[in-house]
């Protein structure tokens, strides 16, 4: 545990202050100023929750901000957050040097924007070595679409080629990646109820009582009731397809398949899932995306599984990459309502 979350520095200052040897000497009193940091007397007694009447010194602010996150745990030590911590000194400095740009602002700086989707080319050659590798495809399959720009990594996840147009984007990790995919999945049961002329207000989704919360706070926030499979130890504590199918109806917008649970790593039956019921799968490879294709090549749980019409995975779990990015992809553009799709013109 973090040393933040275990000492509370004020009431530490408050007990020596209190101590009938020790009396801390400081002036000022109160909990919402940064008594325990005097060193400097320039931000000695800023204020923590409103902004201060004068200014301090930059190298003050610094220190001051420095030494109160020096509390945090130490990420290289933390395996649970199931983020990768370390990257080269040159990517680190290229990111400083490029930290000032609003990569957002794809007019203002384009050439960030043409590397971004040069990257997501570049992917392409990846699954073409693994194609190699492992015999997993045939080479016509990973020639990209050149309208979709992330057909690299839908071609590891076996994107059906010429018929279909993969789509998707970079996300900031997994958790975004679920709420465009849970919105994709709720926007396109909502369309074919409302073409159908049936009611399309009461949506649910269904997925394990092991899902990661950031699946649940989809749920919360676009309004989807959330169905939770519980479940057992004799299943590896991961969601059985067979106790799904209780929870499933026809409000049902989709089921999420999660490779891997997040606390013990066990991927979930996306083949068996499918075979079970006829329904849209988005499979949430938050971890698995990019080790189950190298590792099970034969396992199938991506595209090459009909039902499931999105990915998602955390790019920052795998190595060398700092936090976050992710990617999602739709298995086709008919997927993703064009509701969710914004069109840059020139
Ligand atoms: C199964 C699962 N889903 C979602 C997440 C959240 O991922 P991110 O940090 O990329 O948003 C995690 C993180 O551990 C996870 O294990």
Redo the contacts with the bound molecule.
Sequence with gaps: MSLSRHIDPDEVIQKSKDHPQTGHRLSHEGRAVHQSWSRDEDAAGVPKYRMPDVGIPSKAAYQLLHDETALDGNPLLNLA???HTWMPDEATKLIMENINKNQVDLDEYPAATMIHNRCVSMGEFIPLYISHRWNLIDHQIIIPHPQSHQRPVASLWKAPTASTNAIGTST?????A?MLAGLALKKRWQNARRAADKPSSNPNIVFGSN??V??EKFARYFDVECRLVPVKASNNYVMDPKDALAFIDENTIGVMV?L???YTGHFENVKEMSELRALRFFS?A??GGFIAPFAYPSLQWSFDVPRVVSINT?G??FGLVY??I?WVIWRDEQYLSKDLVFELRE
């Design positions: 957050s199931f983020v900031a990790g997994s958790s975004e679920i899902a990661q950031a699946l999660i891997g649970s997040t949430h938050a971890s955390s920052h779990k936090a976050g992710g």
